[in-house]
């Protein structure tokens, strides 16, 4: 073959022979073999043919076509070059990963990385991953939003220039499917230049456009009632709802002519709002908190019924009539606050002075008040609700904190015994036969079932259904008496209403014995004054 090679063997790439039988890192060991091979190959009849045919191509112009290569490329493999082992002389190499192989983790810039012919370039295929995060929202489907925007049309027919404040309620509840008494608060959050109008291309903006429409209600109402880059509600976010409750809900048309009133009733409702809902007890109800309990249900129920006190759930006007006159027969200077010793009364002096104390310690909740020793309207509404539905989880904890002295979050025989102590002399001062501690540590062991015999635990008493009576042998002579005395009629009557709790019952039987005793002071007095009137109507 009159065919020459002039260059240095040391740097031939010994990959772009690509032999299979010869291993490249040992060619690069040893460049005399590469020379020896490439003499051989050269040597040979069918690589002579091959190469000449090659140069005839490049020097007219053609295509560098070779027969056998991968993928259509122009590599020269050695299924197209003769092989210079024997066949069947060699055993086979192992499978070689392409992810692992050095053929093609090796960067290298060269000549023969970036054009040669004989290089075979595999390129990953690149993966299309869909959206899948939305800072604003899911952008509803073309289907939801076509239905959407033709109900839109339907309500703003006629309204060319938009709905007024009035007009805008049938939008809220048709449209958005929210309470009515949010209507309000929605066109406002429209309407930002408070213009007094709502057009339809401002209610599309906001609603279709700003993914309002895709939204879960609970985040649709967290997103209406919180301040702008808040990342959470608090108490004051939810007196717009409430004054506009208290203006449409036929059952609190009453309260028009008492705007006091009014005014106490929605901070009750907030506050046992915030009571259930806000676990964290920090006063900043956050959307996980808000989509964990039932406020959403109670508010569609609140818009759906006309009768409020079957709304037992937060907006039950005779329970706020309960909470309110409890409080106000304890604040006997009518200075809204109570002391320790108005307290004490609770209840037909119910609890002991032990816990007492602990309560205006302030270690269950700190006090809203800013006076010291004194407990304020909302702090009362904390503590009649705990003391009344010891079965709710803000109840269990409320006096869990007031029992574990020592704040180590167990419940100890001591500190037990520390609190059993003033009822055990109560009652020996009232001729009852006592009950011995050690007694009522083994029928409490016995209520409880604890997972640790020697101490009680949260979980422990969150875990029975028997908790409340727990906490009254405690600290609450009277209910732990009835406890001892249970009446059937009572057991019977929770066994027919298991959907009422201890509040509900409570509550409604406190309503009938204060209407009756607001009956019986009219009917003595022959007249009513503007309070009588207001808690009358009612009943």
């Known amino acids: 073959m009159d065919m020459d090679f002039h260059g240095d063997v040391a740097s031939l790439d010994a990959e772009l022979l690509q032999l299979q039988e010869v291993s490249p890192l040992a060619i690069k060991a040893n460049p005399s073999i590469a020379e ?10 069918e690589s002579n043919s091959l190469v000449k045919s090659l140069l005839s191509n490049v020097k007219g112009g053609g295509p560098l076509n070779v027969s ?10 050695s299924n197209s070059l003769p092989s210079m082992f024997p066949a069947g002389s060699t055993p086979p190499l ?7 192989s050095p053929r093609f983790m090796k960067q290298r810039v060269g000549p023969s990385a970036l054009s040669s012919p004989l290089k075979l370039v595999n390129e990953p295929v690149k993966e299309l991953i869909p959206q899948f995060f939305f800072q604003n929202g899911r952008p509803p489907p073309n289907e939801l939003k076509e239905r959407c925007l033709f109900r839109i049309n339907q309500f703003f027919y006629g309204h060319a220039d938009g709905l007024l404040m009035h007009e805008f309620k049938p939008v809220t509840r048709e449209i958005c499917k929210l309470p009515s008494f949010f209507s309000t608060a929605l066109f406002r959050k429209i309407d930002v230049n408070c213009a007094g109008i709502v057009t339809r291309e401002a209610f599309v903006d906001y609603w279709i456009n700003g993914n309002m429409l895709t939204k879960d209600i609970a985040t649709q109402i967290y997103m209406l ?4 880059d808040f990342k959470y509600l608090t ?8 004054r506009e409750l208290l203006a449409t809900h036929p059952g609190l048309e009453f309260l028009h002519s008492t705007p006091e009133f009014q005014e106490r009733y929605a901070e009750t409702v907030i506050y046992r709002i915030f009571y259930y809902v806000n676990r964290s007890g ?16 109670a508010m569609q129920h609140a818009d759906e019924e006309e009768d409020i006190n079957k709304v037992l759930r937060y907006f039950s006007y005779e329970h706020f009539y309960v909470i309110y006159c409890k409080f106000w027969e304890l604040d006997t200077d009518h200075d809204f606050l109570i002391d320790k010793e108005n307290l004490i009364r609770y209840g037909n002096h119910a609890l002991t002075y032990r816990i007492v104390d602990r309560i205006f310690s302030q270690v269950p909740r700190k006090f809203t008040s800013k006076v010291e020793g004194k407990m304020g309207y909302e702090d009362f509404v904390y503590f009649i609700l705990s003391e009344e539905d010891k079965a709710s989880e803000p109840s269990l904890e409320y006096w869990f904190k007031c029992i574990d002295l020592d704040g180590n ?10 609190f059993y102590e003033e009822q055990l002399h109560r009652m020996e001062c009232m ?8 007694d009522i540590l083994c029928q409490m062991v016995d209520m409880i079932s604890p997972e640790d015999d020697s101490y009680f635990t949260l979980r422990d008493l969150k875990g029975s259904k028997l908790s409340g009576s727990f906490f009254n042998i405690l600290f609450n002579l009277n209910k732990f008496m009835a406890f001892e005395t249970r009446d059937p009629f009572q057991i019977r009557q929770e066994r027919e209403n298991p959907n009422l709790t201890e509040w509900d019952r409570f509550a409604h039987r406190e309503y009938i014995r204060l209407s009756m005793e607001e009956d019986a002071e009219d009917a003595s007095n022959g007249s009513a004054d503007v309070w009588d009137e207001s808690l009358e109507a009612p009943f």
């Not at 020896?36 to 009849?45: I, R």
């Not at 001729?431 to 050690?438: G, M």
Request: hydrophobic share 35%.
């Open 409 to 418: 979050g167990v419940i100890t025989r001591n500190e037990m015994q520390f």
């Open 282 to 297: 920090n006063g900043l109800l956050t959307l996980r908190e808000l989509k964990r309990t039932n406020l959403i249900d």
């Open 225 to 228: 009632l919180k301040q702008p």
């Open 431 to 438: 001729a009852q036969e006592p009950v011995l501690f050690e």
């Open 36 to 45: 020896k091979l490439f003499d051989q190959w050269l040597s040979l009849p």
């Open 235 to 242: 108490q004051d976010d939810f007196k717009p709802v409430l």
């Open 68 to 77: 056998g290569t991968s993928s259509s490329t122009h590599a020269v493999t």
């Open 94 to 100: 192992s499978p070689r990963s392409l992810s692992g």
